[in-house]
């Protein structure tokens, strides 16, 4: 039986210049836009630029008898991922949690096509690197780091799955009711919103929490199979308490939500609100490790 043609995913989101071309029509009519706004297309042309020498570069490393496909951030929900597959994230950091809750094991390359404007804490790699990282990373040469994802499973079953951190709370941002427990404590509380991140999240939402209100809880590592959760501005009242704010979720444990918002609960990962749960009166939530782990090529 003849070994499968090896596959490379290139994933990408849209930039900034297709955008605002898809917005305006034309160049020109964009370039007059942003000069309204105080700001030269020409600037947004070569972060454009620079991006697309990137994925030129990622593709020259695929070998010509490979067979490769690019998929859009926006079809990562119709995209049917190949168990074999080398997955490239083109782009920033985000783009790799965008795509993580949709792979099964499959190894993943972070490649950062503009190192002075993302961090590149998960697109590590620059595009010098791809001629040979591409195929080492397909024979199964190159180092795979993995990194502790968060599921969060309500009592019907749906399930939500995120690489950094998940949110509960209410869709317009207002206060949210419900009932919290952890590690054998439990607390009725207002507040708004509640949020649960992975290690990898610690550097990101998490951390900035953690910072602003000077906690002194221990972070998981990228790779722990652990979480961390803090409660966003829980209101003290007859009924509510604020004492449950903050903690660690070790793995087989979890931390349990039950909503009392008659209507607008929500529960998202990874900041994308439109793919939500729907989180109304009664609903409970379970907020734990989840089984899966990203394969992230170091």
């Known amino acids: 039986m003849t070994a499968a043609i090896p596959r ?4 990408t989101r849209q930039t900034e210049y297709d955008a605002l071309i898809g917005r305006h029509g034309t160049r020109e009519q964009a370039r007059f836009f942003l000069t309204t706004r105080g700001r030269a297309i020409e600037e947004i042309e070569a972060a454009d630029a620079v991006f697309r020498g990137t994925l030129a570069a990622v593709s020259a490393a695929v070998p010509t008898e490979w067979r490769r496909v690019r998929v859009d951030r926006g079809d990562l929900d119709r995209f049917l991922f190949e168990p074999d597959d080398l997955v490239v994230a083109v782009g920033q950091d985000g783009l790799v949690a965008n795509v993580a809750k949709y792979l099964a094991g499959q190894r993943v390359i972070g490649c950062n096509p503009d190192p002075a404007r993302y961090e590149g804490i998960l697109v590590a790699h620059a595009a010098a690197d791809m001629r040979g ?6 024979a199964g040469e190159a180092p795979v780091g993995e990194r502790a994802m968060v599921e969060a499973v309500l009592d019907d079953g749906l399930r939500l799955l ?3 951190e998940v949110f509960v709370g209410h869709q317009s941002h207002q206060s949210a009711r419900y009932a919290i427990a952890a590690a054998g404590r439990s607390e009725r509380q207002s507040s708004s919103g509640v949020v649960v991140t992975t290690g990898t999240g610690a550097t990101g939402w998490g951390r900035s929490i953690a910072l602003e209100r000077h906690s ?5 590592a990228p790779g722990e199979p652990a979480l961390a959760f803090f409660v966003r501005e829980a209101w003290p009242s007859v009924a509510t308490g604020a004492s449950l704010t903050e903690g660690r979720v070790e793995v ?3 931390l349990t939500i039950t909503s009392e918002m008659n209507e607008g609960g929500v529960v998202f990962g990874d900041g994308i609100e439109a793919d939500h749960l729907e989180f109304d009166w009664g609903r409970r939530l379970d907020i734990r490790v989840a089984p899966e782990r990203l394969r992230l090529v170091s």
């Open 252 to 254: 087989e444990a979890a």
């Open 216 to 220: 002194g809880l221990a972070m998981p």
């Open 8 to 11: 490379v995913v290139m994933v």
């Open 162 to 164: 995120a690489l950094n």
């Open 133 to 138: 990282l591409v195929p080492a990373a397909m």
